[in-house]
C-alpha cells in the first residue's frame, strides 16, 4: 500500500494534491505520476488508516476501465480476483410472473477473451491501486482531510483538519459524491430524484451464476 507520509506537510510545494484516497483519488495519483514522472503528488484523506480494508462492496468494471488499469501496471494484481460479466439482464417483473419482459440487455465480448466488464471488490481494486502508488514514491497521509484552501501566488494554500497547511499547484476534489471541496469551490451540480430505492448486498450462489447479472 502507499507509504503513510507524517512529514508531507513539511513539503515546500506540490504540484498535485488529491483530496480523496478512495479508488477514484488514488488512480488520478497514479495516473498522473506515471505520465509525468517528476511531478511531485501527494494524496490526502479524512478516514483513518486501514478503513478502505474493511470496504464491503464492489464495482462494476468496464473494459475501458480495465484496458486502463492495465496500463497502469495495477491489472495483473486485480485480475485474480475478478469476476467478468459475460452476460446482464434488465426486468422489470416479479419472479413468479408467467412473462418477464427484457428491457436492456448485454452480452457476449468487445473482444475475444475480453469480457464487457468485471465486478471486483473496491478492497482488491483500492489496495492494487495504493500498491502502484508506493512504487511511483507517491505520498499518502490519512486520517486528516482538508478544511480549506485560498489563492496563493503560483497555486492554492490548502488548509487540513490538524492545523498544518499545503501549497499545491493543483487541487483535485476526490472526496466523494458529495464532495466538500467541490462545495467551497462554488461550482454547481445538476441533480434530481428518480423516486426509486434499491437494495445492495452480497449473497452465496446455491448453483453457478456463469458471469450472468442483474436477472
Known amino acids: 500500500m502507499a507509504r503513510t507520509s507524517p512529514d508531507i506537510s513539511q513539503t515546500a510545494s506540490l504540484d498535485v494534491l488529491i483530496a480523496g484516497a478512495g479508488y477514484v483519488g488514488v488512480a488520478v495519483a497514479v495516473s498522473i505520476k506515471s505520465a509525468r514522472p517528476s511531478l511531485s503528488v501527494a494524496v490526502v484523506d479524512a478516514a483513518p488508516p486501514g478503513v478502505w480494508q474493511r470496504d464491503g462492496r464492489s464495482s462494476a468494471?468496464?473494459?475501458?476501465?480495465?484496458?486502463?488499469?492495465?496500463?497502469?501496471?495495477?491489472?495483473s494484481d486485480?485480475?485474480?480476483?475478478?469476476?467478468?460479466?459475460?452476460?446482464m439482464i434488465v426486468t422489470d417483473s416479479r419472479t413468479s410472473d408467467p412473462v418477464r419482459p427484457v428491457f436492456l440487455t448485454f452480452d457476449g465480448e468487445i473482444a475475444p477473451g475480453e469480457p464487457f466488464a468485471h465486478m471486483v471488490d473496491n478492497k482488491v481494486l483500492n489496495g492494487a491501486l495504493r500498491k502502484k502508488a508506493a512504487v511511483l514514491g507517491i505520498d499518502l497521509l490519512e486520517g486528516v482531510g482538508v478544511t480549506g484552501f485560498e489563492e496563493a501566488p503560483g497555486g492554492l494554500t490548502v488548509h487540513l483538519a490538524d492545523g498544518t497547511s499545503l501549497v499545491t499547484r493543483l487541487l483535485v476534489a476526490a472526496d466523494g459524491v458529495n464532495s466538500r471541496l467541490r462545495e467551497m469551490a462554488g461550482i454547481k451540480t445538476v441533480k434530481w430524484e428518480y423516486g426509486q430505492s434499491g437494495i445492495v448486498c452480497t449473497v452465496a450462489h446455491e448453483r453457478p451464476h456463469n458471469g450472468q447479472i442483474g436477472r
Open 61 to 75: 468494471i468496464a473494459a475501458a476501465a480495465s484496458r486502463m488499469l492495465d496500463q497502469l501496471g495495477c491489472w
Open 78 to 87: 486485480i485480475a485474480p480476483e475478478a469476476q467478468a460479466i459475460t452476460e
